[in-house]
C-alpha cells in the first residue's frame, strides 16, 4: 500500500498536480454530495421522521427482515431511485426477501459493471421500535441514495449498479443470491464498493478502514481508495485491514470471484456500542466524520467507473480517424504491451501513460520520429490492475489516445 502511495506522488511530482477534465468530475461530484441530503436519508428510513410513499405518510420503523417496516424499506428506496431519474429493478429472492436495483448504463463500456452497495435491512428482530440500524447500514443506504442523486446526469464509461440488499443479517442471503447470479451469468463485475457502517467516530480519531483480500483485483480496488483519498484530500485516517473481513456483502463477491471492497468505520477498535441495538440512531453519528467517509466510497466508485471524458476517450470526440493511427495490443494486458502509431511527416512526439486519475504514470516516449508506422514498446508489469489511457502528443499539439487495460 505505502508504495503505491508513494508512487502516485512521485508521478504527481513530475508531471504538476493540475485537475484534468476527469478529475474535475470526481471533484464536482464530491462537493455536489450533500452531507444534510443523506442526514434526511437516514432520518426517513430509521423511523425518525414520516415519509410518504403514495399512500400518505407512515414511519418506516424496523427495516427487520421480519417486521412491515422492511418492505415499507423497499417501497422507499424503490421511489427515491425513481425520483432521481433511474430506472429501478426490485428482485425477489426468497418469500419475502428483496433486493432492489438501479442501472446508470456505461457511455463506453456498458458491459464492465462497478456495483456500489449497502444492506437495507436492519437488526435486532424485537418489536417495533428496536431496530432503527441508523448506521447499520442507514449510513450505506443513504450515502448510496445521495450518489445515486448526484451522478443521475454525469457520463461514465462504465456501467454503475446501485444495490441495495435486502436480508444481509441473516447471511448476505440477498448479496449471495445476486453475485452468484452474476457469476453465473458471466457478468463482467470489474468492481464492487460497499459501505456498512460508515458514520461512527465514538474517538474521533477519524480512523476507517478499507477490507480486502486478495481475490480478483480486490487490493488494486483498495489501492484505488488511497489514491483516492490522497488526490483529494480527505480528513480520515484509512487502513486497510487484509485479509479483510467477511461480516458484510462483500464477501458474497469475493466468493463469486469478484473484486470487492468494504468501506467501514474503525469498527475493530472503536465499534458503535449502540451496534444491533434500539439505540443505533442518527443522533450518536459523528456527521463530519460520516460526510467524509460517504464522500470516499462513493468518489472512489465513481473513480473506477471512470468519468466519461471525450478528449480522452477512444470512442469520443477524437473520432475514429484517429484511432485508426494508434493501436494498442495486446489490450487488455497483463504486463508487456506496444502501440503503434503512425507518423506522416517526420516531427517529435511525446506519449505518456495516464491511470484512471487522469495522472501521468510512465513516459513512453519522448523523441523525433522518422515518418510511416512506428512501434513503440510500454511495460505495464509494475502497474496495478485498471484503465489506464496511452496518450500522444504530435506536432501542433495533436492529441491521440487510446485506452488500455491491465488486467491482473
Ligand atoms: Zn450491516
Known amino acids: 500500500m505505502e508504495v503505491m502511495r508513494a508512487f502516485l506522488l512521485a508521478a504527481g511530482l513530475g508531471s504538476g498536480m493540475g485537475l484534468n477534465a476527469q478529475d474535475a468530475v470526481i471533484q464536482e461530484v464530491i462537493e455536489a454530495m450533500h452531507i444534510d441530503s443523506m442526514i ?9 421522521v414520516a415519509v410518504d410513499l403514495g399512500d400518505g405518510p407512515v414511519v418506516i420503523n424496523s427495516r427487520h427482515s421480519d417486521h412491515a417496516g422492511n418492505a415499507l424499506a423497499q417501497l422507499y428506496f424503490e421511489r427515491k431511485l425513481a425520483s432521481f431519474g433511474h430506472v429501478t429493478e426490485t428482485r425477489s429472492f426468497n418469500a419475502t426477501g428483496r433486493n432492489v436495483l438501479a442501472t ?15 444492506h437495507y435491512d436492519a437488526m435486532p428482530p424485537g418489536g417495533l421500535y428496536d431496530a432503527p440500524a441508523a448506521d447499520d447500514d442507514g449510513s ?47 457478468a463482467d463485475i470489474v468492481a464492487v464498493v460497499n459501505m456498512d457502517a460508515i458514520a461512527y467516530d465514538g474517538n474521533g480519531d477519524r480512523k476507517a478502514r478499507v477490507h480486502a483480500r486478495p481475490v480478483a483485483n480486490s487490493l488494486a480496488i483498495a489501492d484505488t481508495v488511497f489514491a483516492v483519498l490522497d488526490r483529494y484530500a480527505f480528513d480520515l485516517d484509512l487502513m486497510l485491514t ?26 475493530n477498535n472503536d465499534g458503535n456500542p449502540n451496534y444491533h441495538t434500539p439505540n443505533d440512531r442518527v443522533q450518536y ?26 478528449t480522452t476517450s477512444a470512442h469520443g470526440r477524437l473520432g475514429a ?30 506519449s505518456a501513460l495516464l491511470n484512471a486519475l487522469g495522472q501521468e504514470v510512465d513516459v513512453l516516449l519522448d523523441a523525433e520520429l522518422p515518418s510511416g508506422d512506428q512501434l513503440i514498446e510500454m511495460d505495464l508489469t509494475r502497474m496495478a490492475a485498471g484503465a489506464y ?16 487495460l491491465r488486467i491482473p
Open 40 to 48: 434526511r436519508f437516514v432520518q426517513e428510513m430509521s423511523g425518525e
Open 104 to 118: 446508470k448504463t456505461g457511455s463506453v463500456h456498458p458491459d464492465e459493471i462497478v456495483v456500489l452497495c449497502a
Open 140 to 186: 450505506g443506504c443513504a450515502a448510496l441514495l445521495e450518489a445515486a442523486r448526484v451522478l443521475r446526469d454525469i457520463p461514465f464509461e462504465r456501467t454503475i449498479i446501485f444495490a441495495l440488499w435486502d436480508q444481509e443479517e441473516q447471511g448476505k442471503i440477498g448479496s449471495i443470491h445476486y453475485a452468484n447470479g452474476m457469476a453465473a451469468d458471466d
Open 242 to 267: 487484509n485479509p479483510g473481513a467477511v461480516y458484510s456483502d462483500h464477501a458474497s463477491f469475493w466468493s463469486a470471484g469478484y473484486g470487492a471492497v468494504l468501506m467501514i468505520e474503525e469498527f
Open 285 to 310: 453519528f459523528d456527521v463530519p466524520y460520516y460526510e467524509q467517509l460517504a464522500k470516499l466510497s462513493v468518489a472512489s466508485m465513481a473513480t473506477l467507473a471512470v468519468p466519461f471524458d471525450p
Open 321 to 350: 480517424a484517429l484511432v485508426n493511427n494508434l493501436l494498442v495490443y495486446p489490450n487488455p494486458t497483463a504486463g508487456r504491451s506496444r502501440f503503434r502509431l503512425h507518423v506522416d511527416q517526420p516531427a517529435h512526439y511525446r
Open 389 to 404: 489511457t496511452v496518450q500522444v502528443i504530435g506536432p501542433d499539439g495533436d492529441l491521440r489516445a487510446i485506452r488500455v
